[in-house]
């Protein structure tokens, strides 16, 4: 049962480099969301899909990019890295329509820029 | 716009006492309440979620919370704490959408 999958799981990135973290789910799940996690601001929601071929933009979207060629995966892109971007990113997927289904969250990836 | 409060960054607790955690949401509508437990270098787990119906819902691991919609909270409880339960928690709204708002988590601390 491997869920939500996230790799890398580490990476120390310099200012300016560009990188991709990718986020693969076997649950068939239409939505898709990447968060990053600061210490006491909770989860905050860079971008999500509602499907296939589709994006939008969360709470904190400035900085990255995202694509959804394929239903199971959902890549998020840092064209130049920043210090600001230390953080921990998780994807999460769910199911169905409507707030009321559950997200299921990857394991996360730590992220560091320096 | 809707937003959630988690009021204790750390609570510190003894094995075997019992533990509240509290959740403050505001929104001009109804919504969906969840609360999630991230243990230590893992993703989120969903403890439990309240949707409609009773306002006392029971979640996984001994856990419960209670919605009051008149208080807009929506506080976890356990009766009985034990040192495996030491994690964040984080409390969730979501409305019509199906994305989830956060708040800032707290994180227990169960000592023996």
């Known amino acids: 049962n491997a869920g939500v999958t996230q790799t890398p799981k580490f990476r120390v990135l310099k200012t300016g480099q560009s990188m991709t973290l990718l986020c693969a789910q076997d649950?068939?799940?239409?939505?898709m969301y990447w968060y990053r996690q600061d210490p006491g601001m909770g989860l905050r929601l860079i971008h999500y899909?509602?499907?296939?071929?589709?994006?939008a933009k969360g709470e904190v979207p400035d900085g990255y990019n995202v694509s959804r060629l394929k239903k199971q995966n959902f890549l998020l892109g840092l064209e130049s890295a920043a210090p600001s971007q230390t953080s921990v990113y998780f994807c999460?997927?769910?199911?169905?329509?409507?707030?009321?289904?559950?997200?299921?969250f990857g394991q996360g990836t730590r992220l560091t820029v320096v | 716009a809707q937003s959630v409060t988690q009021l204790d960054s750390q609570v510190p607790v003894f094995e075997e006492a019992p533990v509240e955690l509290r959740c403050n949401y505001s929104?001009?509508?109804?919504?969906?309440l969840f609360w999630y437990v991230q243990y230590p270098n893992q993703g989120l787990q969903l403890l439990l979620k309240?949707?409609?119906?009773?306002?006392l819902v029971k979640g996984i691991n001994g856990f419960e919370a209670e919605f009051n919609k008149s208080q807009t909270s929506f506080h976890l409880r356990k009766p009985s704490v034990h040192i495996s339960d030491t994690a964040e928690y984080f409390c969730?709204?979501?409305?019509?959408?199906?994305?989830?708002?956060f708040g800032s988590g707290t994180r227990l601390l169960v000592r023996p």
């Open positions: 999460a997927s769910s199911y169905g329509q409507g707030a009321s289904t559950e997200a299921f």
């Open positions: 929104s001009s509508v109804s919504v969906y």
């Open positions: 969730a709204v979501s409305r019509s959408s199906y994305k989830l708002i």
């Open positions: 899909s509602v499907g296939e071929g589709t994006t």
């Open positions: 309240y949707l409609s119906g009773s306002t």
């Open positions: 649950m068939n799940h239409e939505y």
